[in-house]
T-cell receptor, first 115, second 111 residues
């Protein structure tokens, strides 16, 4: 599995954009980049994933560097509800040989949102 | 129904007890997972079931025994646990590999 480096914590103000960086310099060519988040006292929650191109969904945007060694999760307008630990998870996660792959979580970034 | 349910929410057990954790989903997902999360640490994968068959066991001690009776249910049988096994046990399921749906977890305390 590719090793990831994320800031331990970041702080932002409510209603401002947040850019959460992740370095994954050992990522393989077939690994997707996944982002999950874990709100306090809840299970993790899928946010977004991508392979090479930038991706948008209703929750966030994912910007992937051209060399794929880093990516940035963008929350366009942070709310207090976005305060969580954000995990960047590279992985192929293919169903191969009849089996599925689990997620390998790193330490993540603790995002603090100030009102 | 778009959720994964886990019971019980909390469990306290002694080291000689036998107990089971239950996980259920009705989304037609073909893969189900058990993760363990110690306080202030990230989740760690324990087991993966695909099409009701165990496909991944991440070198978990035999005192943890998973079972998948049908495509909607996943159990984790616990026997002779140690205090260091106290943790939040998370179940997840997925239809396609990139988006896993997690339950709220069972908080286990071993005395």
């Amino acid at each position: 599995d590719a090793k990831t480096t994320q800031p331990n914590s970041m702080e932002s103000n409510e209603e401002e954009p947040v850019h959460l960086p992740c370095n994954h310099s050992t990522i393989s060519g077939t690994d997707y980049i996944h982002w999950y988040r874990q709100l306090p006292s809840q299970g993790p929650e899928y946010v977004i994933h991508g392979l090479t191109s930038n991706v948008n969904n209703r929750m966030a945007s994912l910007a992937i560097a051209e060399d794929r060694k880093s990516s940035t999760l963008i929350l366009h307008r942070a709310t207090l509800r976005d305060a969580a630990v954000y995990y960047c998870i590279p992985g192929g996660l293919m169903y191969s040989g009849g089996g599925a792959d689990g997620l390998t979580f790193g330490k993540g970034t603790h995002l603090i949102i100030q009102p | 129904d778009t959720e994964v349910t886990q019971t019980p929410k909390h469990l306290v057990m002694g080291m000689t007890n036998k107990k089971s954790l239950k996980c259920e989903q009705h989304m037609g997902h073909r893969a189900m997972y058990w993760y363990k999360q110690k306080a202030k640490k990230p989740p760690e994968l324990m087991f993966v079931y695909s099409y009701e068959k165990l496909s991944i066991n991440e070198s978990v001690p035999s005192r943890f025994s998973p079972e998948c009776p049908n495509s909607s249910l996943l159990n984790l049988h616990l026997h002779a646990l140690q205090p260091e096994d106290s943790a939040l046990y998370l179940c997840a399921s997925s239809l396609e590999p990139h988006e896993q749906f997690f339950g709220p977890g069972t908080r286990l305390t071993v005395l």
